[in-house]
C-alpha cells in the first residue's frame, strides 16, 4: 500500500460496522436501542482499536524516538553526576580520534589536490647497484634523463627549499624592510607537468630555466596573498632575493605547494648565482633535486624502467669511478612513495593507538551502565510487566546511550578541534595548510560518537532486560550475581583500571619532566642576567657582502653600538650563548692519534671578540680571556669550556695544552683560558657541549677547510645594556639600516629568544598534561564504574551487615578494599614504567634530567587523590544503606 | 485475544488464526467486516466468537500485506460499509495456510489419540 488510510475512514468503518450489527440485531428481536447498546459491548474497547490502526500506519518510530528522547533527557539530568562523568570523558577519547582525523584528514587533501593524472606519476630515485639509495638527483642526471628517455611525457625537477633574504620592496603598503624567505629552484615545467597553470602571469620558459635573458621569478599563491594581498600587478615588479633583483613574472597554482613553506619558484639555472656558498648545478656529486615523471600513454612502470636502466647504463660510462654503481629507480606513484606508504602506516599506527584509547573509554562506561542497569532492575522490570517488548525497552536504554555519546561527540569535536590547531602549532607546517572542522570531519566525528553509544550500550542494555519479571520485581540481588563473585584482581575488567591508571602516571610524569626542565631554565637559569643582553644579527653572506665589506660593516657598527646611550658592552659573536655553536666538528688534541670518524671525540666552536665573557657577565674560571692583541697574524690561542676541560684533562692543566680541528690541517692552537659552562637551552634537556672558543681574527684559520653555515668571518653583535632593552633595541636597529636599508636586521633580547626555544617544550608539556589528564578520566570512570557495581551488588549484604550492627568506617572498608588494591596496583606500575623509560632515555640522552622524587611524588598523590574520589562517590552509596528498607525488600 | 460473552461453549481463537479464517470468508466474494465477523461465527456453529476490536486492525493489517483489498460500497440493507476482497497473493496465502493448519491439526489428533 503506498498510500496511507486515513484515521477518519477507519473510524468511519467501525461506525459502519456498529451500524450493521444493530441492525440485524434489531432484525434477531432486539428494540433498536438495546441492539446499538450489544453491538458496542460486542466491539469492546473501541479506543485499543483506534489506538492498534494508529500503531500500525504511523511510523511509530519517530513517535518513540521523541517520547525515548524526551525520557532520557529527565534520566539523564536526573543523574547529572554521572552523565558529566560520561559526557567528558568520551568526549575527550572522541576528540583526540577526531584530531588525529583532521590531521590526516588535511594532508590527505593537500596531498590530493596537488598532482593531476595520478596514475602515470612516478618517481625518479637515486640508486646505487640498484637498490634504492637516496630520493634526489643530481642536475646532470635530471638532464640527461630528461632529454634521452622517450618513457616519459614529462620530467619534472625540485630542489630543497633554500632560505633567502628578500630586500625592502619599494613603496606602499608592503613594508620597507627586508626581510627572510624560502623558496625552492624549479624546472620549467614544475606547473605543467602536473596538469596545473600559473594562478596570473605565466611560468618560466625553457630558456629561463637555462637562464637566457633577465632572471624571473613566480610567487607561491599563499605568499602572493599574504604578504601582496593578492594584488595582481604585482606582474613585471622586481623582487631583490640575496641581492638579486628578480623579474615577478607568475603566480602559482593555489594547489601547487599549499603546506609548504617556499615563497618563491625560480629557475633551476639561478642556484649557483643566488646561492654563492656552492654551485649545485655543475656538480655531479649534488645530490639536490626532486624528480619526479609522468608516464607517456600506453607505457607500464616496468616498460620505463628497462629504458632508464639501459640509460643509466650509458651515463655511467662517462662518470667518475666512485659514481660508477649509480642508476635510477623508477617508483609509481610519484617521488616519494615510501614517505607515502609511511605515511599512512603511521596514520593508522596513531588511529589504532587513539582508538584503543576510545575502546578503553567505551568498555568503562559500559561498566558504568552495567552497573546502572544492576540498580535500575526494578524500573525496567516493572516496565516489562507493563506490557513494554524487549525491543522497546532495549530501545530506550539505547536512546539514552546515543544521547550521551552524541552530546559527548559534539563536545569532542570541539576540543578536537583545539587540540588539532595545538598539533598545529606544534608540527609548523607552511602557508596553506591549514585544519578545518570540514564535513569529512563532522561526519567522522558523528559516527564514531554513534558507533561507541552503540557498542558500550547495547551489551547493558540487552544484560538489563534478560531477567524474568518475577525475579526482578522480587528485588532479589542474583541478577548478574555470578560475575561479581570472581574475587581475582587480573580480570579484564580491573585491567581496564590499571592499565589506563598507569599510563595517565607515565604521561603526567613526562608532562611534570617538562614543567620541570622550564621550570629549572627560568628559575636558576644560565649563571648570567639575560633580561638586558641583546642579540643582533644579519644574513650578510646571503646579501651579497664579501669578506672585506663584511668585516668593515662588522667593525664600524660595532663602534657605532658602543656610543649609543645605555649600551655598557658589546662583542661580536658567530654563535649566541644558549644556543649551538658553529658546527660539531671532531677535536685533535697535541700527541694523540689522528682520527677523523664520527666516533672522535667531537666539541663545538664559537668565534669570538675580545669583551665577549665580559658582556655576558660571566667571568673567566681559569687562566685568561681573549683581548685585542690575539688578532690575526698574533700567537694561536683559543679557550675551552669548563666540560672540555674536565673531558679531555680531567686531573691536569689545561692551559698550555694545544688543540685543533681534526679535519683542517692547520696549527695546533694553544689553550690560554677555561671559559664557564654556558646551558645550551635548546635541547630539552639541558646539556653542556664542550666548546672551544676561537678569538674573531683567527676564525677563518681555525675553521679552514671545515664546512660551516655562515662564514667564519660573519659575526653576530651581543649587546649588554644598563637601560630599557626595547629603546636600546630601535636605536640598535637604526643604526644598522643607517649603514645598509636593504639589511635584513634581527634584533631580540636574550630573554626572548630563550622563550621562543621554550615554545614547543611548552606545547609538548601541555599535550602530555592533556594526554595523561584523558588517562586519569578513563581510568576515574573505570574506578567509579566498578565500584557503583559492587556496591549495587552487594546493598543486601551492606544492609544485613548495618542491621548486624557494623559501623560506617567497617562498611567503607568493605567496599572500598578491592578499589584500593587496584588503585595501588596501577600507580605502582605506572611508577615501573616510568622509572624503566628514564633508565632508557638516559642512556640513549647523555644529559638527561631525569625523574626527580618530587615529581614522582606529587603525580602519584594527585593520581591517588583523584582516584580515591572516584571510588568514594558510589562507595558513600553504600553507607546510606538503609537496613530496613533493604531487609523489607526481600 | 480474550474471549468475549459468558458462554462456556466459545472458544477464545488461537493466535495468527483470525488471518486464515477472515482469508476464508473472503473466498465466497466481498464482504464487510463486520459480515466477516457473522460468517466466522456461524460456519463455526457459533464455537467461534471473533473480537470485533481485534477484526479491523487485522483486516487493516492484511491489507497492508496485500492479501486482501478494500473499496467503500452499499450493503444489502442499504448502508455504506467498507468492503474486502481477496487478491491474487491472498488466494495463494490461503492454499498455504489451509495445508500447514490441517497438518498442525493432524498431527496434534494424532498425539492426542481417540477420545477417550
Known amino acids: 500500500m503506498w498510500w496511507r488510510r486515513k484515521q477518519q475512514d477507519f473510524n468511519a468503518e467501525i461506525e459502519a460496522h456498529l451500524r450493521l450489527e444493530a441492525d440485524e440485531l434489531v432484525s434477531e428481536g432486539l428494540t433498536p436501542s438495546d441492539a446499538q447498546a450489544a453491538a458496542r459491548r460486542a466491539f469492546g474497547n473501541r479506543m485499543s482499536a483506534k489506538e492498534r490502526f494508529y500503531e500500525s500506519t504511523h511510523w511509530m518510530l519517530w513517535d518513540h524516538l521523541v517520547r525515548d528522547v524526551r525520557f532520557a533527557a529527565r534520566v539523564l539530568t536526573k543523574d547529572a553526576r554521572f552523565s558529566v562523568l560520561a559526557t567528558v570523558g568520551l568526549s575527550l577519547g572522541i576528540g583526540l580520534s577526531a584530531a588525529i582525523f583532521t590531521l590526516i584528514n588535511a594532508v590527505v587533501q593537500i596531498e590530493t589536490a596537488q598532482v593531476m593524472d595520478r596514475d602515470s606519476n612516478v618517481g625518479l630515485n637515486r640508486s646505487v647497484k640498484g637498490l634504492r639509495e637516496g630520493m634526489e638527483l643530481s642536475y646532470p642526471d635530471y638532464r640527461f634523463y630528461r632529454d634521452h628517455a622517450t618513457s616519459f611525457r614529462a620530467v619534472k625537477a625540485e630542489s630543497f627549499r633554500f632560505g633567502f633574504v628578500m630586500g625592502p620592496l619599494s613603496g606602499g603598503k608592503t613594508g620597507t624592510e627586508a626581510e627572510d624567505v624560502e623558496g625552492r629552484f624549479e624546472s620549467d615545467n614544475f606547473l605543467s607537468a602536473s596538469g596545473l597553470k600559473p594562478a596570473i602571469g605565466r611560468s618560466f620558459s625553457q630558456e629561463e630555466e637555462q637562464l637566457v635573458g633577465p632572471p624571473v621569478v613566480l610567487l607561491q599563491f599563499g605568499f602572493w596573498k599574504e604578504r601582496f594581498a593578492a594584488d595582481p600587478a604585482i606582474l613585471g615588479k622586481t623582487v631583490v632575493l640575496n641581492a638579486h633583483p628578480l623579474t615577478v613574472i607568475g603566480v602559482a597554482d593555489a594547489r601547487y605547494g599549499a603546506g609548504d613553506k617556499s615563497g618563491f619558484y625560480l629557475p633551476l639555472a639561478l642556484q649557483p648565482s643566488l646561492l654563492d656558498q656552492a654551485d649545485l648545478l655543475n656538480e655531479p656529486e649534488e645530490h639536490w633535486l626532486m624528480v619526479e615523471a609522468w608516464l607517456q600513454p600506453n607505457v607500464t612502470t616496468r616498460q620505463a624502467q628497462a629504458e632508464i636502466d639501459v640509460l643509466s647504463s650509458a651515463l655511467r660510462r662517462t662518470k667518475p669511478a666512485n659514481l660508477a654503481d649509480e642508476g635510477v629507480f623508477v617508483s609509481p606513484g610519484g617521488v616519494n612513495p615510501k614517505k607515502k606508504r609511511e605515511l599512512i602506516a603511521l596514520a593508522l599506527a596513531v588511529i589504532l593507538a587513539v582508538s584503543m584509547i576510545l575502546l578503553i573509554a567505551c568498555s568503562n562506561l559500559a561498566n558504568v551502565l552495567l552497573a546502572r542497569a544492576v540498580a535500575r532492575r526494578r524500573e525496567i522490570g516493572v516496565r516489562l510487566s507493563l506490557g513494554a517488548s524487549r525491543a522497546r525497552v532495549i530501545c530506550q536504554l539505547l536512546t539514552e546511550n546515543m544521547l550521551l555519546a552524541l552530546g559527548a561527540g559534539s563536545l569532542g569535536l570541539l576540543f578536537s578541534r583545539w587540540l588539532a590547531k595545538s598539533l598545529l602549532v606544534l608540527l609548523d607546517p607552511g602557508p596553506g595548510f591549514d585544519v578545518h572542522l570540514d564535513h569529512r570531519v563532522i561526519l567522522y566525528g558523528t559516527v564514531l560518537s554513534l558507533a561507541a553509544g552503540f557498542s558500550f550500550g547495547l551489551a547493558p542494555a540487552f544484560a538489563a532486560t534478560r531477567m524474568s519479571l518475577a525475579q526482578a520485581l522480587h528485588a532479589d540481588g542474583s541478577f548478574g550475581a555470578s560475575r561479581s563473585k570472581t574475587k581475582r584482581i587480573w580480570s579484564p575488567r580491573n585491567g581496564l583500571v590499571i592499565v589506563p591508571l598507569a599510563v595517565s602516571l607515565m604521561l603526567l610524569m613526562g608532562a611534570g619532566l617538562m614543567v620541570r626542565c622550564v621550570q629549572r631554565i627560568y628559575l636558576s637559569g644560565p649563571a648570567f642576567d639575560t633580561s638586558r643582553l641583546i642579540r643582533m644579527w644579519f644574513r650578510l653572506n646571503l646579501q651579497g657582502y664579501d669578506e672585506t665589506r663584511t668585516r668593515q660593516f662588522q667593525e664600524n657598527l660595532r663602534e657605532r653600538i658602543a656610543a649609543i646611550p645605555g649600551v655598557t658592552s658589546v662583542a661580536l659573536a658567530s654563535a649566541m650563548p644558549l644556543s649551538n655553536g658553529m658546527g660539531w666538528f671532531p677535536l685533535l688534541t697535541e700527541g694523540s692519534a689522528i682520527t677523523a670518524g664520527d666516533s672522535s671525540p667531537h666539541a663545538d666552536y664559537n668565534i669570538v671578540s675580545a669583551g665577549f665573557f665580559k658582556t655576558i657577565g660571566a667571568a673567566v674560571v681559569h687562566g685568561r680571556a681573549f683581548t685585542m692583541s690575539d688578532r690575526e697574524g698574533s700567537p694561536a690561542v683559543v679557550m675551552v669550556n669548563q666540560v672540555l676541560a674536565r673531558t679531555y684533562w680531567p686531573n691536569e692543566e689545561p692551559i698550555g695544552k694545544r688543540v685543533r680541528l681534526a679535519t683542517a690541517a692547520s696549527t695546533f692552537f694553544e689553550i690560554i683560558g677555561v671559559a664557564p659552562d654556558l646551558e645550551d637551552a635548546k635541547r630539552p634537556f639541558n646539556t653542556v657541549r664542550p666548546t672551544v672558543y676561537v678569538p674573531y681574527g683567527q676564525g677563518k684559520l681555525f675553521l679552514k677547510g671545515a664546512r660551516t653555515d655562515m662564514p667564519p668571518y660573519q659575526m653576530q653583535f651581543l649587546i649588554r645594556t644598563s637601560g630599557d632593552p626595547v629603546r636600546v633595541k630601535a636605536a640598535l636597529r637604526q643604526e644598522a639600516l643607517a649603514r645598509d636599508g636593504s639589511l635584513r636586521v634581527h634584533v631580540q633580547t636574550i630573554g626572548e629568544m630563550q622563550e621562543t626555544m621554550m615554545g614547543p617544550l611548552k606545547m609538548m608539556s601541555m599535550l602530555l598534561s592533556v594526554l595523561g589528564a584523558l588517562a586519569l578520566v578513563m581510568a576515574s570512570i573505570g574506578i567509579y564504574a566498578i565500584m557503583a557495581y559492587a556496591v549495587s551488588q552487594r546493598t543486601r549484604e551492606i544492609g544485613i551487615r548495618v542491621a548486624l550492627g557494623a559501623q560506617r568506617p567497617q562498611i567503607l572498608a568493605l567496599v572500598m578494599h578491592r578499589t584500593m588494591t587496584l588503585i595501588a596496583c596501577g600507580i605502582a606500575f605506572g611508577l615501573i614504567g616510568a622509572l624503566v623509560l628514564s633508565r632508557i632515555l638516559s642512556s640513549a640522552l647523555a644529559d638527561f634530567g631525569g625523574l626527580d622524587s618530587a615529581t614522582c611524588v606529587s603525580v602519584a598523590l594527585l593520581l591517588g587523590v583523584v582516584a580515591i574520589l572516584a571510588s568514594y562517590m558510589p562507595a558513600r552509596k553504600a553507607l546510606r544503606v538503609d537496613p530496613a528498607h533493604v531487609l523489607r525488600c526481600e | ?116
Not at chain 2, 5 to 21: C, V
Not at chain 2, 38 to 48: G, T
Not at chain 2, 61 to 86: D, H, M, Q
Request: without cysteine; positive net charge.
Open chain 2, 1 to 116: 485475544m480474550p474471549t468475549q460473552g459468558p458462554s462456556d461453549e466459545r472458544i477464545a481463537l488461537l493466535q495468527g488464526t483470525l488471518d486464515l479464517l477472515i482469508l476464508r470468508t473472503l473466498i465466497f466474494g466481498r464482504q464487510h467486516g463486520q459480515g466477516v465477523a457473522r460468517a466466522i461465527r456461524q460456519q463455526s456453529e457459533e464455537v467461534l466468537l471473533v473480537d470485533h476490536g481485534t477484526l479491523y486492525p487485522a483486516l487493516q493489517r492484511l491489507e497492508e500485506k496485500g492479501w486482501i483489498e478494500a473499496e467503500w460500497g452499499v450493503s444489502t440493507n442499504n448502508r455504506r460499509a467498507r468492503f474486502y476482497k481477496l487478491t491474487r497473493s491472498g488466494r495463494k496465502q490461503l492454499t498455504h495456510e489451509t495445508s500447514q493448519w490441517r497438518r498442525l491439526a493432524a498431527a496434534i489428533g494424532r498425539v492426542l489419540g481417540p477420545e477417550v
